[in-house]
């Protein structure tokens, strides 16, 4: 039987901000032709607008959670070659 890992995954609230861009999916609230910015329908215009605020979201998470430590389970006692089904 496999030994649990830990995973090296790590939760931060800052991650919350991943939630943001994907408001930008709700159609009903963007299904129209009105109101127009430059000739573009609402449809096409909201859903470039929301481009930035996603970049801006995850940058901001990355630079926030870059530093955090990673908590690390056991080592991993097997290597390369323990791994290789041709070693067997």
Do not use: H
Not at 6 to 34: A, H, Q, Y
């Amino acid at each position: 039987m496999p030994s649990a890992r830990k995973s090296s995954l790590r939760w931060s609230n800052w991650n919350l901000l991943l939630l943001i861009p994907l408001l930008m999916l709700v159609t009903p609230w963007f299904n129209s032709d009105e109101p127009r910015v430059l000739g573009l329908p609402f449809f096409y215009w909201y859903q470039f607008a929301w481009v930035p605020v996603g970049v801006l979201c995850v940058g901001l998470v990355y630079v926030k959670t870059k530093d955090e430590p990673v908590v690390k389970g056991k080592p991993d006692l097997l290597g390369v070659d323990d791994l290789d089904e041709g070693a067997k």
